[in-house]
Each structure stands twice: as structure tokens, then as C-alpha cells.
Nanobody, 114 residues
Framework: VQLVESGGGLVQAGGSLRLSCAASGFPFSTYSMSWVRQAPGKGLEWVSG???????TYADPVKGRFTISRDNAKNTVYLQMTSLKPDDTAVYYC?????????WGQGTQVTVSS
């Protein structure tokens, strides 16, 4: 079971980025997926989730700015981030619960400059 994130980088405030998370080793289409972030010096913060059936939820700080989606044919979940703010600076992790355990990717750094 593996999750591999990509797409992070340095962007100015107001800019956009799209994160990708490629999954392998489990039946991706039947699992809920989430994005979680960790800002410098802070704990983990849940950002967004998408269910196997397509139900979507967002944390309040990102509502209206972030969009989660999934492509089951590509075993990939995405996080489109727009109107980025310096407070969005964090390592972004992809997460699922598969094979009776939490599974995390290695994370991708997003840095938003003011």
C-alpha cells in the first residue's frame, strides 16, 4: 500500500497549485481519501476528504478555495488550491485507512509567500 504526493512548490499569495496523490496496493475506488496538512511548528490539520461514492467535505479555512477530486481510472486523488494564503504554507499529506491501518504519503511542501 503506497501513496505518493506531488505538485507542491513555492507560490505567491493569491496563486494556485494542484496537488496529486497516486495510490497503489489497494482497491483505490472503494476507499475514502483525505488531504491533511502540517504547518511549521503545528500539529496535523485535516483539510478535505472524498468518499468512495464521491461525497466531499472541507475544513472551514479552505472552503471555497480548495477543490478535492479523484480519478479512479488513474488511482489518483487531487487537491486544487486557489487563492492561496501564507497561512496555507504546510506539508500536505495524502491519507487513507487501508488494510486496517492508516496510510500516509511522504508529503509535499507548499510554501505561499506574501
Amino acid at each position: 500500500v503506497q501513496l505518493v504526493e506531488s505538485g507542491g512548490g513555492l507560490v505567491q499569495a493569491g496563486g494556485s497549485l494542484r496537488l496529486s496523490c497516486a495510490a497503489s496496493g489497494f482497491p483505490f475506488s472503494t476507499y475514502s481519501m483525505s488531504w491533511v496538512r502540517q504547518a511549521p511548528g503545528k500539529g496535523l490539520e485535516w483539510v478535505s476528504g472524498i468518499g468512495a461514492g464521491g461525497s466531499i467535505t472541507y475544513a472551514d479555512p479552505v472552503k471555497g478555495r480548495f477543490t478535492i477530486s479523484r480519478d479512479n481510472a488513474k488511482n489518483t486523488v487531487y487537491l486544487q488550491m486557489t487563492s492561496l494564503k501564507p497561512d496555507d504554507t504546510a506539508v500536505y499529506y495524502c491519507h487513507t485507512y487501508a488494510n486496517l491501518r492508516n496510510v500516509w504519503g511522504q508529503g509535499t511542501q507548499v510554501t505561499v509567500s506574501s
